[in-house]
């Protein structure tokens, strides 16, 4: 099993920036993706960022690349997601996930592979 608990959401204004973490833990991670999504009222949840605990190289969605980086402790157990530039179309639940399971690189942004969930956390961009 693996327990992911995310923090650091919030209220900001347009332009602003903002830094999520998420703690994992329960079973090894050295296998696993790590990744972060998000889901606006009414709307499906969709990727946002992820990576592979083995490796240092990033996924990113088209619509975050540049603004948004996604960064990991393993000494800490915990991924983080560096939000800058928000826009207020960005407000959503913001959820860490994580999978076990050896996925490909066009797999890594499916919700549909990822296993296990952190409860969210509420970021709210402002105009």
Do not use: H
Request: some cysteine; charged content about 20%.
């Amino acid at each position: 099993q693996v327990q992911l608990v995310e923090s650091g959401g919030g209220l900001v204004q347009a332009g602003d920036s903002l830094r999520l973490s998420c703690a994992a833990s329960g079973r090894t991670f050295s296998s696993s993706v790590m990744g972060w999504f998000r889901q606006a009222p009414g709307k499906e949840r969709e990727f946002v960022a992820a990576m592979r605990w083995s490796e240092s190289s990033p996924y990113y969605a088209d619509s975050v690349r540049g603004r948004f980086t996604i960064s990991r402790s393993n000494t800490k157990n915990m991924v983080f997601l560096q939000m800058t530039s928000l826009k207020p179309e960005e407000t959503a639940v913001y959820y860490c996930a994580a999978t076990l399971r050896r996925i490909t690189a066009a797999q890594i942004i499916d919700v549909r592979r990822y296993d296990y969930w952190g409860q969210g956390t509420q970021v709210t961009v402002s105009s």
